[in-house]
């Protein structure tokens, strides 16, 4: 993968975000079904325009240029409180009327999203999924909550790994993460460390990982498996349609682990066993 500079400057993601807020055939509009209630129009956050734009830029270059487009005055800011005691900041072109009923129709759906309850259920039905995929193809589970692997320990932090999983005399670190936010760049440098010292291969299924993250485990010989939506139980599907056409935020409910992405990790497992 390239790097960002390289492909583009801040100026033209500042441009194409502009591009967003007054063209309603802009590309992020085009992608799935339509969202009924998210238009170029409408009231966003700032966090879900960085996802929404995240195949394209880094969620920090696209915050940059938000916020470069509310400093030029082209977007109007509000900051709101939600749920328990988070913060996000809404954006909207200046020459929209105020939404305060809008922004509280938002609000009121992050809260929803952001619930701990719910937050503790999504980590752990992707775990259970991945899981199965595991078990389903001959991965034997090593262990799980563990920092431990061979007689050797990790000690420098109290992280543990999801997994411990090993095939074919082949060992894999595994850690999942079904968020949002990229996985915590501390957490994630961590845990590359923790597998460097225990002897095992760095596996990450992750919603979406930063470039960085995307280098730095090809730099490890490991693998960060993205699934892109974030991922849901059954029974939330009146939740999921909210957030779809409310923030336009890549969300799904799945039964099983889609075909691409299980091919996706039998294929890096196969380069491992070849591996001289």
Request: with cysteine.
């Amino acid at each position: 993968m390239a790097n960002s500079e390289d492909r583009y400057s801040l100026e033209s993601v500042k441009q194409d975000v502009k591009s967003f807020f007054q063209d309603g055939s802009h590309w992020a509009y085009q992608y799935g079904s339509k969202a009924t209630s998210c238009s170029n129009d409408s009231v966003f956050y700032k966090k879900q325009i960085q996802v929404i734009f995240e195949d394209q830029y880094p969620h920090d270059i696209t915050g940059k240029a938000v916020n470069e487009l509310i400093a030029d005055r082209f977007l109007r800011s509000d900051e709101r409180s939600y749920g328990k005691g988070m913060r996000t900041i809404f954006v909207r072109r200046r020459d929209l009327r105020y939404k305060a009923t809008e922004i509280k129709r938002r609000l009121e759906i992050m809260t929803d999203f952001s619930d701990d309850e719910v937050n503790d259920g999504c980590g752990k039905y992707a775990e259970i999924l991945f899981l199965h995929v595991f078990e389903k193809n001959r991965f034997e589970i090593i262990a799980r909550d563990a920092n431990s692997y061979r007689k050797r320990k990790w000690t420098k932090s109290d992280r543990n790994l999801d997994f411990i999983i090993r095939k074919d005399a082949i060992a894999y670190g595994v850690e999942i993460k079904n968020t949002f936010d990229y996985m915590e760049p501390d957490e994630f440098a961590d845990k590359i460390e923790m597998c460097r010292h225990l002897g095992l291969i760095p596996l990450f299924p992750l919603r979406c990982p930063s470039e960085s993250q995307f280098r730095a485990m090809k730099a490890a010989n490991g693998l960060a498996l993205k699934f892109k939506a974030r991922i849901f139980p059954p029974g939330h599907q009146k939740l999921v349609t909210q957030i779809w056409n409310t923030f336009r935020l890549p969300v799904t409910i799945w039964e099983t682990i889609p075909p691409a992405s299980e091919k996706q990790l039998l294929s890096f497992h196969q380069r491992q066993t070849t591996q001289p």
